[in-house]
């Protein structure tokens, strides 16, 4: 089926509005709320029976910060410069980060938390100053990614920016959502669930103006004033996809998401004329905390050396993972700070011993390898600091107390889970771009059909995709609203 129709084929519309925004997750929510704020009738499609999306199944640490710290961050005497956040970010997504989106994002985070809280978001003014993935003491404040973890607190100061609504611990997605949705509701905005989207429809000029569904068993044409918001996730779910873009991790992981998330906007997106960017990348969650003791063990790969400092943020352990050879990996760990990680149920143990020879033995790693890894990091443990790779000295000590174990991280016994972050090249605004970097009129997008601020696996933190989709989903909403007051 083609993924487009020519308006001239489209012998009537089934039903015409302002603007129609293609799935109703965080980003749609966003998207649809500012538009109906300016004035425009909105459409929202939904293709599950009800909306929420992959926000929905998060935690919901939006990743905020700058100009001068968030009010909940100033309430607790936390200051975030512009400056400082966007170095922090940069530093995180390098060479795949585009500095456009960066600024609008590190000019617009804080108040757009603002904004979350007038929705009826709540948010307790209380900090979690422990190492987890997610905070489950009620406290809506935490650190989520690698800003205390070398080389980051190198290039900027640290600061916490994981927001997560009160009390919520791992629900945070479903308060929030609930939360947008009542708000989505009460707006105005005419929600179709069970309708999927299956074709845009563009003019003789290109324009987007329009999309086909399938519901109740068969096709719609709908006809949008203004334009489209394509806000239909990413596409883990889709085989086909990720055996083309990532299909060593696709073989190993865990796939996480909806089940929408089937690249659906970005192959509509494509159709219609749009550049699909970073398609390769994806996060991998190694998360060999909490409990955080772990963070002391070391990790090791096939040829028994360390290749990473534990304290990173498990998606940045899972990039490294990856590297190694047949993404392999050990932690080595002694009595006293031995424990089972709390997230994986799936590690093994493959050696123990009373010295670290025995171990190395048992594991069937190079002679003296690990004997010589080891030592060397006990040396430099003793004497607090980790000259190779820079371990914070919170979590840096010798590990001596036998008997030593050696415990499988390799992706293939972990099957850790993954998504996808590659998406449709955007405008800050939501636009998007030809491989030229043209305007394809009509057509916007955000959440994880865009590539968003996190691009890569090596400085994600927790709430980055959650803020990303809501606060650039608002984005779209409020360009394509501008747009159409100009027309």
């Given amino acids: 089926m083609s993924r487009i129709i020519r308006r001239g084929d489209v012998a009537a519309f089934d039903a015409s509005t302002d603007a129609i925004v293609c799935g109703l997750g965080g980003a ?21 029976s009800a909306g929420g999306g992959s926000t929905r199944l998060s935690a919901c640490e939006m990743y905020l910060g700058g100009s001068g710290g968030t009010s909940l961050q100033r309430d607790l005497g936390i200051e975030d410069s512009p400056e400082n956040f966007r170095r922090y970010l940069m530093a995180c997504f390098g060479e795949f980060a585009d500095p456009a989106r960066v600024d609008a994002f590190v000019a617009g985070a804080a108040a757009h938390f603002d904004w979350m809280e007038s929705q009826g978001v709540p948010y ?10 997610v905070a489950l003491t009620g406290d809506s404040l935490q650190y989520t990614g690698n800003e205390r973890a070398w080389p980051f607190r190198d290039l900027a100061t640290p600061v916490p920016r994981g ?46 103006c329009g999309v086909q569904v399938k519901a109740d068993n068969r096709l719609h044409c709908l006809e949008a004033r203004h334009g489209v918001i394509l806000c239909l996730g990413g596409f883990i779910m889709n085989e086909r996809l990720t055996r083309q873009h990532i299909p060593d991790l696709a073989a190993v992981c865990t796939r996480h998401g909806n089940p929408g998330d089937r690249g659906d906007g970005i192959l509509l997106g494509v159709a219609a004329g749009g550049n699909a960017i970073h398609m390769g990348q994806a996060f991998v969650g190694v998360a060999h905390y909490p409990p955080a003791q772990l963070t002391y063990g070391i990790f090791v790969n096939a040829q028994g050396q360390r290749f990473v400092n ?23 760990i002694d009595n006293r700070y031995f424990a089972r990680p709390d997230y994986h149920d799936t590690t093994v143990i493959v050696a123990v ?39 914070a000295d919170t979590w840096l000590a010798p590990l001596e107390s036998p008997p030593y174990a050696l415990v499988d991280y390799s992706l293939a016994q972990l099957r850790p889970t993954c998504f996808t ?10 636009e998007v771009l030809s491989p030229d970097r043209e305007v394809i009129p009509g057509l916007f997008a955000a959440g994880r059909t865009a590539a968003g601020i996190p691009r890569t696996g090596e400085g994600y933190a927790s709430g980055m995709s959650v803020a990303d989709a809501t606060f650039f989903g608002r984005q779209a909403g409020l360009r394509l609203a501008a747009l159409a007051r100009s027309a």
């Fill in 163 to 208: 927001h997560l609504p009160a009390d919520a611990g791992h629900d945070g997605g479903k308060v929030l959502m609930d939360t947008l949705l009542q708000r989505v509701e009460e707006a105005g905005v005419e929600v179709r669930c069970d309708h999927r989207v299956t074709a845009l429809i563009q003019d003789d000029s290109g324009r987007v």
């Fill in 353 to 391: 011993g009373e010295t670290v020879a025995e171990v190395e033995a048992e594991a069937g790693l190079p002679e003296g390898s690990l004997q010589q890894t080891v030592a060397t990091y006990n040396r430099h443990a003793r004497a607090g600091h980790d000259p190779l790779f820079h371990k």
């Fill in 28 to 48: 749609g929510a966003c998207a649809a709320l500012e538009m109906r704020a300016a004035g425009l009738d909105v459409m929202a499609l939904e293709g599950a």
């Fill in 124 to 133: 307790r003014r209380s900090l979690f100053t422990g190492r987890d993935v």
């Fill in 310 to 332: 534990e304290d990173v943020y498990l998606a940045r352990l899972g990039a490294a993972v990856s590297r190694q050879t047949d993404m392999r990996a050990w932690m080595f």
């Fill in 421 to 430: 972050l590659g998406g449709l090249d955007t405008l800050p605004g939501g």
